[in-house]
């Protein structure tokens, strides 16, 4: 089994729509959440962190962590087509900055 | 934000020969530095922990020997792929933990193509 199962897609919605990533995970050690958002042949670029169960927003973008269910969620409220791109969630344990990336699920928000 | 750069951003070599890539923190010091490999619609793979003024702690399955890493200060981190063959061609990813945010910032990845 591996640490994080994310779906890689591709999923593919019309602009406007709401979207929702998902990843789950086996290690309860993980106590920080990340998402970040990367396109094609770039680095990856920080979207949201946090270390609770809740929800955290952020403009567009809301990040819900269920620590009980190891899962975490992304959802993008009024997508745009720059937000096609692959959206990756991390997860790393506390103690230090050794982070592991789910698959990544590719989007394509259609104009 | 703080800013983690890479150099080169893409490099084309022969295959035998060594490349090497720099890594660095530009405003802020980082005791430990992160490097990933990428493959074309795969997601990031962790190479190493690169620690500052110690040896790079690799994951299972990494070559040291091929993948050589150098820390030698708070801001620079340095992958040296050593006889590199085809099958090394990827995209090579850094990253710096910044201990005054608690976040962990990436450069923009170096493209190795081996020919």
């Known amino acids: 089994q591996k640490e994080v199962e994310q779906d890689p897609g591709p999923l593919s919605v019309p602009e406007g729509a709401i979207v929702s990533l998902n990843c789950t995970y086996s290690?309860?050690?993980?106590?920080?959440f990340m998402w970040y958002r990367q396109y094609s042949r770039k680095g990856p670029e920080l979207l949201m962190y946090?270390?609770?169960?809740g929800n955290k927003e952020d403009g567009r973008f809301t990040a819900q962590v269920d620590k009980s269910s190891k899962y975490i969620s992304l959802f993008i409220r009024d997508s745009q087509p720059s937000d096609s791109a692959t959206y990756l969630c991390?997860?790393?344990?506390?103690?230090?900055?050794?982070?592991?990336f789910g698959a990544g699920t590719r989007l394509f928000v259609k104009a | 934000g703080a800013v983690v750069s890479q150099h080169p951003s893409w490099v084309i070599c022969k295959s035998g020969t060594s490349v090497k890539i720099e890594c660095r923190s530009l405003?802020?010091?980082?005791?430990?530095m992160f490097w990933y490999r990428q493959f074309p619609k795969q997601s990031l793979m962790l190479m190493a922990t690169?620690?500052?003024?110690?040896?790079?702690?690799?994951e299972q399955g990494v070559e040291k020997d091929k993948f050589l890493i150098n820390h030698a200060s708070l801001t620079l981190s340095t992958l040296t792929v050593t006889s590199a063959h085809p099958e090394d061609s990827s995209f090579y990813i850094c990253?710096?933990?910044?201990?005054?945010?608690?976040?962990?910032?990436f450069g923009p990845g170096t493209r190795l193509t081996v020919l």
């Open positions: 946090t270390y609770s169960s």
């Open positions: 290690n309860s050690a993980f106590q920080y």
């Open positions: 990253s710096a933990g910044d201990q005054s945010t608690d976040t962990q910032y």
């Open positions: 991390a997860l790393r344990a506390s103690g230090g900055f050794k982070t592991i």
């Open positions: 405003d802020f010091q980082a005791t430990t």
């Open positions: 690169s620690n500052e003024g110690s040896k790079a702690t690799y």
